[in-house]
């Protein structure tokens, strides 16, 4: 049974609510085609938090939208946490503005996205990139949402 920690850490209303995070996280898992028994938290955070972690993190001296921490446990601990994702929700708010997208499709698409990461998928180079954005493109599909890239 998947479960999820919602925590709001962000002043910017409104956010999704847990029903909506748990929906979007499970389509992941299942589109992953992953066991679904998994714990992760979604940290939902403004831009100050976002731009200090990705500093710490990635080096990289700004806010983003989504960052995922996958669980690097050791084999003999058997326990199903998959890691956390933190969000910005004031740079989903405006990336959805800017590309002309409704911001509920957006936020499922950076809780997909992430999740994917957290599973391994990752979009370092053209291949990797081309699988896991057809997979978040089939993943999001699936829930009725439009296609998250514009070249699709």
Known sequence: MTQIDIQNASTCEPIPSEDAFKHWVIAALEGADTD???????????????QSLNLQYRG???????????CDLPPEVDIPLLGDLVICAQIVQREADEQNK?????????????????????????????????????IITAMGFPAPYEDQ
């Open 36 to 50: 679904l028994d998994k714990e992760l938290t979604v940290r939902i955070v403004d831009e100050e938090e976002s």
């Open 60 to 70: 990289k001296d700004k806010p983003t939208n989504v960052l995922s921490f996958p």
């Open 102 to 138: 409704q911001v509920t499709s957006h936020w499922a698409h950076m809780v997909v996205h992430g999740t994917l990461h957290l599973l391994g998928f990752d979009h370092i180079d053209d291949s990797e990139a081309e699988q896991m954005e057809s997979l978040e493109t089939n």
